[in-house]
């Protein structure tokens, strides 16, 4: 946890340049303010089932089975704000988490220079966080989500979780609501683990953009994004580690460099009084035989009782062949990308302090045997796509 200490402590220096910086303008009648904040979870999570381990999403390496971990949902993550005027902002985030290395090796999150020349008009150039889909950009702020986690059934095919780039998004009063739009290109960075091996996804680029709007309790969203890959899947190697040559013909059918990845997104949401309500859909066209395009959805319900709000909710996704398999191997391939299966959980999130909340939920996930998108170390002939998550969290800002 060395590099944590280090991403503190660059925090700290931050923190210091800028508070002696504002020390020198004091008196000058520059309105400047400074802000350190940060998130963080704890969590434990386990399984009914052996022939697989469950994760978050597709960027973790391992994940759990039946011994309590506390690699799944634990992350760590601090943010410093600097506003030398009201129309300029300066903002780092950190956040340590299990990655695709199989480490919590801190990395920045978030680095951007924000300008905001009009309260309706934001432009952001640097680090930012992915919004492919809605909420995509907070998913590892534990706190800001009623459930444990993000339902994987619908977030798991996003292992892309920062660009470098730029975005900007415009608010307008329409009707008696407001109509928010943000556009956003970028590259990516970050990897994907792949059995053994490592999908490096940057320096794909990346685009998209969504219409957001928002009148009394109710929120719906559009969204579009795209990403054109850099680099091909590990193939080679994965398939020579299992004694499978890949032929030059199979490899042209497989080939991801320069083909395109289409999201698209729907989501509605009711805030009001006691009742949250979350409806969710997407389609992820993938672009080549390697990938299986999918379907997912979610709905999600919660009532609050005081500090306690419990909550029901289902997911489902189901993938499918873009096209007909040429050949074993890329049948065997394509098939590892495969999901068809329907979770439903159950929970309760308990507000028991400011800033704190603490959370316990149960996931029934119900599948076909074949349906090993992205578990980890299935075992062929035991997974029978049948398995039940126990998870619990401490889930705090500050």
Not at 97 to 116: G, L, N, V
Not at 131 to 160: K, T
Not at 231 to 256: C, Y
Request: hydrophobic content about 40%.
């Amino acid at each position: 946890m060395s590099g944590l200490w280090r991403l503190l402590a660059c925090t700290l220096a931050c923190c210091l340049a800028a508070s002696a910086g504002r020390a020198e303008s004091s008196g000058t009648g520059v309105n400047e303010t400074f802000r350190i904040s940060g998130f963080g979870t704890l969590g434990a999570v386990r399984t009914t089932s052996d022939d697989v381990e469950f994760v978050r999403d597709l960027s973790q390496a391992r994940g759990a089975s039946t011994e309590w971990s506390a690699k799944t949902d634990s992350m760590l993550g601090l943010q410093a704000d600097w506003q030398p005027s009201p129309k300029w902002q300066v903002t780092l985030q950190g956040l340590s988490r299990y990655r695709f290395d199989r480490t919590f090796r801190p990395e920045f999150s978030w680095a951007f220079i924000k300008y905001q020349p009009d309260p309706n008009i934001s432009l952001r150039v640097g680090r930012l966080g992915t919004e492919f889909f809605m909420q995509a950009d907070s998913r590892w702020v534990g706190y800001s989500f009623l459930s444990v986690r993000p339902p994987g059934d619908y977030f798991w095919y996003l292992p892309f979780h920062v660009i470098d780039g730029a975005d900007a998004s415009l608010n307008q009063v329409l009707g008696e609501g407001v109509l928010r739009s943000k556009l956003f290109y970028g590259i990516s960075r970050g990897k994907a683990p792949l059995a053994d091996e490592q999908w490096n996804i940057s320096g794909s680029p990346m685009l998209g953009g969504y219409l957001e709007y928002q009148h009394g309790p109710w929120t719906g969203r559009l969204g579009y994004a795209s990403i054109r890959f850099a680099h091909d899947l590990p193939l080679a190697p994965m398939l020579a580690a299992a004694g499978v040559p890949l032929s030059a013909q199979d490899a042209r059918l497989l080939r991801l460099e320069g083909r395109r990845s289409h999201y698209y997104s729907l989501g509605l949401v009711y805030d009001q009084g006691p009742v949250l309500v979350k409806a969710m859909l997407n389609q992820i066209d993938q672009g080549t035989l390697a990938l299986e395009d999918s379907s997912a959805a979610y709905l999600l319900a919660g009532y609050r009782v005081g500090p306690w709000t419990p909550y029901l909710g289902v997911s489902r996704v189901y993938s499918r062949r873009a096209g007909q398999a040429q050949g074993p191997v890329v049948a065997a391939v394509r098939a590892e990308s495969h999901s068809n299966q329907k979770t439903v959980f159950l929970g309760a999130r308990w507000d028991f302090s400011r800033d704190l909340a603490l959370k316990a939920q149960w996931d029934r996930v119900r599948g076909r045997p074949s349906s090993v998108f992205p578990y980890r170390m299935e075992i062929p002939g035991r997974w029978d796509g049948k398995v039940d998550v126990f998870s619990l969290s401490l889930d705090f800002v500050f």
